[in-house]
């Protein structure tokens, strides 16, 4: 079962804007993670935040985490060519286990 | 440093054959292991997950198996493959918390599927 729903499923943006992706969960949270993926390759972990921590900042990535809402938002500041790919949020809930939502497509025009 | 290997990286085979897709991780001990598939497009669907040699737990009711006969080896397996069965098989390992909480999953390359 589907637990995180990424919103949008795609978004095309231009070289240097900010890009910003959503993603909501039905079912409260131990952790949640954001992972990138680069077409035809494995997923590579950006960035975790704790179901006690609002914020958490990596490079230029900057992600919220909104318990009462349920909701989390990755933020890709001065975007680049080389972030294009697809993003997933990951929510864990029961021990051991992630649940992957179906992504957005991130595409950055030069 | 850990490392993740899977193998083949591509395949295709007719339905009705059998399957054997292999996963190591090197520089860590008594891992977390999953095997996940990912349909063109789509988000990744958790097939089983390990967290000792021989425990094993199956999260869909499929035509697929696994395995874990070492620390750091597991394998997904079918005995007669279906048209269904094509995608991209993703193979992640995790070090298990005190706790059972699941820290990151570092993914292996995968491996494309193509049943025909």
């Known amino acids: 079962s589907q637990q995180g729903e990424e919103d949008p499923q795609a978004l095309s943006i231009q070289e240097g804007e900010n890009a910003t992706m959503n993603c909501s969960y039905k079912t409260s949270i131990n952790n949640l993670q954001w992972y990138r993926q680069n077409s035809g390759r494995g997923l590579v972990h950006l960035i975790l935040i704790r179901s006690n921590e609002r914020e958490k900042h990596s490079g230029r990535l900057r992600v919220t985490l909104d318990t009462s809402k349920k909701s989390s938002s990755l933020l890709i500041t001065a975007s680049r060519a080389a972030d294009t790919a697809s993003y997933f949020c990951?929510?864990?809930?029961?021990?051991?286990?992630?649940?992957f939502g179906q992504g957005t497509r991130l595409t950055i025009n030069p | 440093s850990q490392t993740i290997h899977q193998w083949p990286a591509t395949l295709v085979q007719p339905v009705g054959s059998p399957l054997s897709l292999e996963c190591t991780v090197e520089g860590t001990s008594n891992p977390n292991l999953y095997w996940y598939r990912q349909a063109a497009g789509r988000g990744l669907q958790l097939l089983f997950y390990?967290?000792?040699?021989?425990?094993i737990s199956s999260e869909v009711p499929q035509n697929l198996s696994a395995s874990r006969p070492q620390d750091r080896q597991f394998i997904l397996s079918s005995k007669k493959l279906l048209l269904s069965d094509s995608g991209f098989y993703l193979c992640a390992w995790s070090q298990g918390l005190a706790g059972g909480s699941t820290d990151t999953q570092y993914f292996g390359p995968g491996t494309r599927l193509t049943v025909l």
């Open positions: 390990s967290v000792g040699i021989g425990q």
């Open positions: 990951a929510t864990e809930s029961r021990a051991q286990k992630l649940v």
